[in-house]
């Protein structure tokens, strides 16, 4: 799929942060896109934006809209609910007739922070409904569809540095889940082996993001509540507990992230792990302690 043109391609988490900006990339490079977000409000917005229009949608469902020329529609998608995804999918063909690219970015975080035994179980449940359930679902609701086309297709899900590469122990919760999401990706990998769909697992950086996930913790449903309001650390909160550990925080652009997706889309490459010094230094000292049996020195202090 070096030439995306005329592609559909679906993300979730879209109205904002990385999945805005993968869907931006995408029409410039003359694909149809389906955002999905949790967020009503938000993804009606973005994607009245992003079509050029603030006309009422096309359709009887009010959960759409569709741009000029029928690039752009959206549904509003509770990535944990796995109806909500079938339905996704099922808008996405019923509109387009096909599905090329399928971006499994929708995720919180970092919710649960502190020691492990004392996180209450909401946390677990929600971050785990929202960034591995809500992977699985993507998958089940997609792959299938994407196989029985016999089109060329690439899934890319989203993971971190943080858990993807190696946890921060501050943050067991979000880092876990992260984790979880690239072994997925390297199973997804090995089953797809040959059948022309291929898949990816993002890493968004190098450095930190200024997105939406910080502040995930307003759209917690309340099955997944806690005894207490959770006192949820912002992206400044978080910049001066790296100053004070002696970490400079440096942010990457959203567009960035992008332009590495459509690279790597391109280039059919797994790993979509922007290079860094620090990164390639943390990968190393792990593999390295694995291969000596050694306890993990590579660890970042609790922030």
């Not at 409000?41 to 569709?66: D, F, I, Q």
Request: proline share 7%; net charge negative; aromatic share 6%.
């Amino acid at each position: 799929m070096r030439d995306l043109a005329g592609r559909v391609a679906v993300v979730t988490g879209a109205a904002s942060g990385i999945g805005r900006a993968m869907c931006e990339r995408f029409l410039a490079e003359g694909m149809r896109v389906v955002l999905a977000d949790v967020e009503e409000k938000a993804l009606a917005e973005t994607a009245g934006e992003l079509a050029g229009t603030t006309a009422p949608p096309a359709s009887g469902n009010p959960l759409e809209r569709v741009g000029a020329g029928g690039d752009v529609a959206a549904v509003v998608t509770d990535v944990a609910d796995a109806g909500a995804v079938r339905r996704l999918a099922d808008v996405a063909y019923e509109r387009f007739g096909a599905v090329h690219v399928l971006c499994n970015n929708a995720g919180i975080g970092p919710a649960g922070g502190g020691a492990m035994w004392e996180i209450e179980p909401g946390d677990w449940e929600w971050a785990w409904a929202v960034n591995v359930r809500g992977v699985i679902n993507g998958i089940n609701a997609f792959v299938p569809r994407m196989l029985a086309s016999g089109e060329p297709g690439h899934i890319v899900n989203t993971s971190s540095g943080n858990g993807g590469v190696a946890p921060l122990p501050g943050q067991p919760v979000y880092a876990t889940t992260k984790a979880a999401v690239v072994t997925l990706t390297e199973c997804l990998y090995g089953q797809l082996a040959g059948t022309g769909v291929t898949a990816s697992v993002l890493f968004p950086g190098p450095h930190m993001l200024r997105t939406g996930i910080w502040t995930a913790e307003r759209n917690r449903p309340r099955e997944f509540a806690g005894a207490a309001p959770r006192r949820v650390r912002s992206v400044e909160e978080i910049e001066e507990a790296m100053r004070a550990a002696g970490i400079e925080p440096r942010f990457t652009p959203v567009e960035e992230v992008a332009d590495h997706v459509v690279r790597a889309i391109r280039d059919e490459r797994f790993w979509i792990l922007p290079e860094s010094p620090r990164t390639d230094a943390t990968v190393r000292a792990r593999a390295e302690s694995m291969l000596a049996r050694s306890d993990p020195g590579y660890l970042s202090p609790p922030l």
